[in-house]
């Protein structure tokens, strides 16, 4: 029981951080008087940033030296509780008043509050699922949860066994998002137990999930229309209930999470830019928040970079292809989205480079006319294996993808709509890189995309969704 209170409280005060984050980067949004805002989009932003933060707090405070603790730990939880809990007094007033002054029928109120308990409780049960097992997969224990140990028992980020090469095995260079978060929980309860600290993984979940509807409801000003969107991309089953999603400790759930978030506000500044009269609070905010949960995904997994420069490069063929009369402030919002990603991940990119190398794949190193062309008999067998596992494995994986496809071809005009082609630009830049990453790659393509292909498909499955909802929810004005 005194396991449960430690790691109760310590979501809490997790949770408090990313508020206080979350309510300071979307304070001008909500004094605005021309976009109405939703409740979960702060609960959810809060809960995804809170991971986020904690772990940038942590690597900061040991990159700088300084040692880590229990006192550390318990500083940071009741820190979090205060702010938190000053942040919901805030956010709870002015939301009952935009409440009294927004007219809505008594069954929209009755369907939102379905659909609510529906997304808590699938949020439950998937944190109860998690628990029922430790750590138990190889990557959730030999990339992550060693490190985490290591962290804990030794109490700096400087110490000799991280710098290992055999040690840390084939993963030295793998970001700490997951293990500084993990190293958080074993301070709080003063000993490795790597069933507890997989709780942040199911959390994460359910802060995208509920950041996802409030961001969608923003935006496109239906929000009956919008939980029914939000309870899709609760019900894919590669997030929950896929044993390698959101329910382990790997770190393509997490992924999945941060890219999510990053989509969502990329293409919510899109969609705003193209209103009559867009609010210049929203446009002024939306790429700093883009720019943080995409610093997070770098953090998190390698993929992250990849991620990262395919959202500048579709935001970037966006502003060319349709905001030419506007191309300066175009590029200074991409300057901004950038830059703020670049600030959050260089201190680590700066440490990483005194971490060993031993086997990772150099995949910039890699680009060459010779691989690619000896990778080319592998394009067919690629090309086939995620086609079969997007649409011929469907009943396993998810609907995700034959939905995209009947909501292209439903309306193929609003496909057009400069957020609509962002996030199909960035789903085929993804899928994309993802063959080219196999045909350069110095394993069999078999070995290589074979084993990842499932794990990746997962990590866009949010972006893949959020274009569904895009083309079936009118946001014209």
């Given amino acids: ?47 995804v940033f809170g991971f986020g933060t904690t772990a940038f707090f942590y690597f900061l405070w040991g990159w700088i030296g300084f040692r880590y603790s229990s006192i550390l730990a318990s500083f940071w939880m009741v820190l979090g509780l205060i702010l938190g809990t000053g942040t919901l007094l805030v956010r709870f007033r002015a939301s009952r008043k935009t409440a009294e002054e927004t007219e809505t029928s008594a069954a929209d109120k009755d369907f939102k509050t379905l659909c609510l308990a529906i997304v808590l409780f699938l949020g439950l049960t998937t944190v109860i699922q998690s628990l029922m097992t430790p750590q138990r997969f190889w990557d959730e224990r030999a990339i992550f949860g060693l490190k985490s140990i290591v962290l804990f028992q030794e109490g700096t980020l400087q110490n000799e066994a991280l710098l290992h090469p055999d040690f840390v095995q084939y993963h030295p260079k793998y970001p700490l998002l997951i293990p500084l978060n993990e190293t958080h929980f074993y301070l709080l309860l003063g000993e490795v137990n790597d069933r507890w600290s997989k709780i942040m993984f199911p959390l994460l979940y359910l802060g995208m999930v509920l950041c996802f509807q409030g961001v969608l409801q ?75 949960s995409a610093g997070m995904t770098v953090f998190t997994k390698d993929e992250g970079i990849a991620f990262f420069l395919i959202d500048l490069i579709a935001f970037t063929m966006i502003s060319l292809f349709y905001f030419r009369d506007r191309l300066l402030s175009m590029a200074l919002t991409a300057v901004k989205f950038g830059l703020t990603t670049l600030l959050l991940i260089t201190p680590w990119l700066l440490y990483r480079k005194h971490l060993p190398a031993t086997t990772e794949m150099t995949y910039f190193s890699r680009m060459q006319i010779t691989n690619l062309t000896e990778g080319v008999a592998a394009l067919q067998w690629a090309v086939t294996h995620l086609l079969e596992c997007m649409f011929l494995e469907a009943w396993r994986w998810g609907l995700q993808w034959w939905a995209l496809l009947i909501s292209l071809f439903a309306f193929p005009a609003r496909a057009f709509r400069p957020q609509q082609l962002f996030l199909l630009l960035n789903l085929a830049g993804a899928l994309t890189a993802l063959i080219i990453a196999g045909m350069i790659a110095p394993t069999p393509v078999q070995e290589h995309i074979g084993g990842s292909s499932l794990r990746f498909l997962l990590q866009i499955s949010g972006g893949a969704m959020l274009f569904i909802a895009g083309q079936w929810l009118d946001d014209s004005e």
């Fill in 1 to 47: 029981m005194t396991d449960l209170m430690l790691v109760l409280l310590s979501v809490a005060g997790i949770w408090g951080v990313g508020l206080t984050v979350a309510q300071v980067l979307l304070a001008p949004i909500f004094r605005s008087t021309q976009t109405q805002t939703s409740l979960t989009e702060l609960l959810g932003l809060g809960l």
């Fill in 218 to 292: 923003r935006t496109t000003r239906q929000p009956a229309r919008t939980w029914m969107f939000t309870l899709m991309l609760a019900t894919v089953p590669s997030m929950v209930p896929w044993e390698y999603g959101f329910l382990s400790g790997q770190g393509d759930g997490p992924v999945s999470c941060f890219h999510t978030m990053t989509l969502l506000y990329l293409w919510s500044f899109l969609s705003e830019l193209k209103r009559t009269e867009p609010d210049p609070a929203v446009l002024k905010t939306l790429p700093l928040v883009a720019g943080m």
